[in-house]
């Protein structure tokens, strides 16, 4: 069709491009409809893990998709974060039996175990009701959707946002923020928000900001507004959960059982190995450990046929 219209001589170009701008801005319009994005159905039945997908084009509306194999682990197989695991396993409890509980925010030192601890709760509970839905940052925005979908539903619903951050320009979070609190929508009884972030703060802060909370160079009047809105995001999860690096003896713990979990014993060589593959890595912590367990586990199998 476009090229039966290029082709027209009666229309000039000006026109055609404005012609077509029109039904792109149409186009956008529809998918964003209300009446557009209620068109999938989501059958709850098919699995207790999903993902939030935005799809791009007229026919295609946000909807969720199915995880049928989530990546589950439980909570034995957690190393070194019992006051965590404790905390949040009492959260999730409550929410399910109906009691009162909070969003959660897990911080810290990378591959310590935030997004397995979230994943832990799933493989406990999933049997007691309890669904996931994952929701990365850029379709935060979507939060009111999601919740108008499942507010219904007899299930509880973890809405799960992995490796939270905001950069400066990025309003995501914003809606993030009127669904923790503040907002006549709000979160429905049956939703959670558990989420997980390197950075303690989750909207970037800069020098800058301290600078402009006694004088702004931009005209702003109240410039600690500003900072003061940024640094809010972490303080609406009621349970915030900090993470630590691992010590070498906390290091070597979780490859112990990661180890054991292939079906190998923990010995000096091991040890040797695992520290010295921490080193190579530049840092301790249960991924880590779980990555070396891997590698020597496969590595000695394959020496072991081969000497079959």
């Not at 000006?14 to 409809?33: G, M, P």
């Amino acid at each position: 069709m476009r090229t039966n219209i290029m082709t027209n001589p009666l229309l000039p170009p000006e026109q055609i491009e404005r012609l077509f701008d029109s039904l792109d801005r149409i186009a956008s319009a529809l998918e964003a409809s209300p009446s557009a994005q209620h068109q999938q159905i989501t059958d709850f039945s098919q699995a207790f893990a999903y993902r939030w997908q935005r799809s791009h084009g007229i026919h295609h509306a946000p909807h969720l998709i199915p995880v049928t194999a989530p990546q589950l682990i439980a909570f034995d197989q957690l190393c070194n974060i019992e006051l965590q695991i404790e905390r949040l396993y009492q959260n999730t409890l409550q929410f399910l039996h109906g009691y009162p509980a909070n969003n959660a925010l897990m911080t810290g030192a990378r591959g310590t175990g935030k997004s397995s601890l979230v994943r832990a709760c799933l493989h406990e509970f999933h049997q007691q009701g309890l669904r996931l839905i994952e929701v990365e940052k850029q379709h935060l925005d979507d939060l009111p959707l999601i919740i108008e979908l499942i507010c219904q539903r007899p299930e509880r619903f973890i809405v799960f946002c992995d490796d939270l951050s905001f950069e400066d320009g990025e309003h995501h979070y914003k809606a993030l923020k009127t669904v923790l609190d503040g907002s006549v929508v709000g979160a429905a009884a049956n939703v959670l928000i558990y989420a997980t972030s390197n950075r303690r703060h989750l909207v970037t802060e800069k020098m800058v900001d301290n600078l402009e909370h006694r004088k702004d160079h931009q005209g702003e009047i109240h410039p600690s507004d500003s900072l003061e809105e940024k640094i809010s995001l972490s303080d609406r999860f009621g349970l915030r959960l900090h993470f630590y690096s691992f010590s070498q003896d906390e290091y070597l713990t979780a490859v112990s059982q990661w180890v054991k979990s292939f079906g190998f014993a923990m010995n000096d060589s091991v040890r040797d190995e695992a520290l010295h593959w921490a080193t190579e890595h530049g840092s301790r912590s249960g991924r880590i450990a779980s990555q070396f367990a891997r590698d020597y586990a496969g590595r000695t199998l394959l020496k072991n046929e081969k000497l079959l």
